[in-house]
């Protein structure tokens, strides 16, 4: 059974930067992808960003692009998000998850808040 483990998240003011942590346990080879969601208050969970274990490959919401960059280390079974020049509107609880691909995460974590004020 994978445990995710999310750290990092907080306040910050528009502008600034903030790097997320999402640790894993127990993970398979199954389970390639690894990346986060996010949900505002009132709005569905959305896609931010995912990358896969076994290459390396990025994937990222265009809402995102060119601000935030997801990254990985493999002896550590931890992925990163560095969440650059936030804007309010990425305030948010982010989600790690993984499974086999982006629209197959079926493991999560207890979620980290980020708040952007502007």
């Known amino acids: 059974q994978v445990v995710l483990v999310e750290s990092g998240g907080g306040l910050v003011q528009a502008g600034g930067s903030l790097r997320l942590t999402c640790a894993a346990s127990?993970?398979?080879?199954?389970?390639?992808?690894m990346g986060w969601f996010r949900q505002a208050p009132g709005k569905e969970r959305e896609f931010v960003a995912v990358?896969?274990?076994?290459?390396?490959?990025?994937h990222y919401a265009n809402s995102v692009k060119g601000r935030f960059t997801i990254s990985k280390d493999n002896a550590k079974n931890t992925v990163y998000l560095q969440m650059n020049s936030l804007k309010p509107e990425d305030t948010a609880v982010y989600y790690c998850?993984?499974?086999?691909?982006?629209?197959?995460?079926?493991?999560w974590g207890q979620g980290t808040q980020v708040t952007v004020s502007s």
């Open positions: 998850g993984t499974g086999p691909a982006s629209n197959l995460f079926a493991s």
């Open positions: 990358i896969t274990w076994s290459e390396g490959t990025t």
């Open positions: 127990g993970r398979t080879f199954s389970e390639d992808a």
